[in-house]
């Protein structure tokens, strides 16, 4: 392996450390920053997330009071639960754990979420800040994925980025992100996706390649500029066992990529609690 590797652990420590002071600012004030959660079901993947997500909230100096709702839940119910997290003026943020049972209406439940209280920066109205620019909560994965790229000093500005896959949670929200006029963005940003069929076209002349697809091993050494950095957002799970859209082999032509595990996945962690304690001083200013 010739490529040098991007870690996210480094990163994530960096943005926690500064959660951290945040939180004792906030308590020195007399607030505790808190950060709800709600799970729906009985899926293993998704209560082992909450459990990490209420782990590092205790670590952190937040509290986290917790829902958690019979897989029969209604939408009404489902609702019900969400409204009053909203209404509970000591609840600064709040997380719906995706996915729900089928039979209930995600989107349709987190719209009924405060969307100052969204910090997965998942709501209609925070996607539409972001596209236009203003502040609010921004989507985790994008969001650590642009801090990553800084904190690793890979320039962004002024090259071409290539990202494959489209998806409403990275690949759309991260081409607004990286394309805003910011030195850690300012960015030439296209989007491809597997409904092109020459999408390996885009992909072979991007300076950064941002992979988004879902798609296990998607992408090859074929399908990377050499010398170029490659970033593994998208994945997919076999049981406990992770399948990343780049293959372990591309780092053979790039000149930097992110590990297999821990790469991404960390800094999505860092920025949800970032959008936490974002969320509690906004509250309580």
């Known amino acids: 392996m010739s490529a040098r590797l991007l870690p996210g652990k480094p990163v ?29 079901g009985d899926d293993d993947a998704s209560a082992g997330y909450i459990r990490i997500k209420q782990k590092q909230a205790a670590e952190l100096g937040f509290v986290s009071p917790h829902a958690h709702l ?33 039979h209930l209406d995600y989107d349709r439940a987190l719209q009924v979420l405060d969307p100052d209280m969204d910090v997965d920066g998942l709501h209609p109205l ?63 940003v296209t989007v491809v996706h597997t409904g092109v069929p020459d999408w390996a076209r885009y992909t072979q002349r991007a300076d950064i390649l941002i992979a988004a697809a879902g798609v296990p091993g998607i992408i090859q050494p074929e399908h990377v500029k050499p010398g170029a950095v490659v970033v593994g ?11 990343p859209d780049v293959d372990e082999s591309c780092a053979d032509v790039a000149g930097a990529i992110t590990p297999r595990v821990g790469g991404v996945g960390p800094t999505t962690v860092a920025m949800l609690f970032r959008n936490a304690v974002a969320a509690a001083e906004r509250a309580t200013a």
């Open 126 to 188: 925070n996607m539409g800040r972001l596209a236009i620019g203003l502040p609010g909560p921004l989507p985790c994965t994008p969001a650590g994925i642009e801090a990553l790229l800084a904190f690793h000093d890979i320039p962004v500005s002024g090259r071409e980025v290539v990202i494959l896959g489209r998806g409403a949670t990275l690949g759309r929200p991260l081409a607004m992100l990286l394309a805003q006029k910011r030195p850690t963005a300012n960015a030439a």
């Open 70 to 102: 019979p897989g029969d839940t209604t939408q009404d119910e489902l609702e019900r639960v969400i409204r009053g997290f909203n209404d509970d003026k000591d609840v600064h943020g709040l997380l719906l754990q995706y996915p729900i049972p089928g």
């Open 233 to 243: 957002g998208g994945v997919r799970y076999e049981g406990r066992r992770i399948l």
């Open 12 to 40: 994530a420590e960096a943005v926690l450390a500064d959660v951290s002071t945040r939180v004792a600012a906030l308590k020195a004030k007399g607030v505790t920053p808190a950060l709800a959660t709600v799970l729906v």
